[in-house]
């Protein structure tokens, strides 16, 4: 599994939106969070992850907490909120 974390702020609008891989995990705050081109487009800890639109919906209420997304192997997406972390 592959694990990414960034401390430096970047806009959306800046780099290239990555697409995680099958049991790739991004990890951070949940900085930006926007729609475009029919997908979620979300800024955590400096790195713009692509994402399904309908995961849009469930990270809004995550804005500025720390979390963690997971891509399955079946294309699925698995979100955690890491409660106490810096």
Request: proline share 6%; glycine share 8%; with cysteine.
């Amino acid at each position: 599994m592959i694990i990414y974390s960034c401390a430096e702020f970047r806009s959306i609008s800046g780099p290239t939106p990555r697409r995680l891989q099958p049991w790739e995990e991004c990890w951070g705050m949940l900085q930006e969070l926007r729609e475009q081109d029919g997908q979620s487009l979300a800024s955590i800890s400096g790195l713009v992850i692509a994402l399904p639109p309908e995961l849009g919906e469930q990270l809004e209420v995550l804005m500025g907490r720390y979390i963690a997304i997971l891509r399955t192997a079946d294309q699925d997406y698995r979100l955690r909120c890491l409660e106490g972390a810096q």
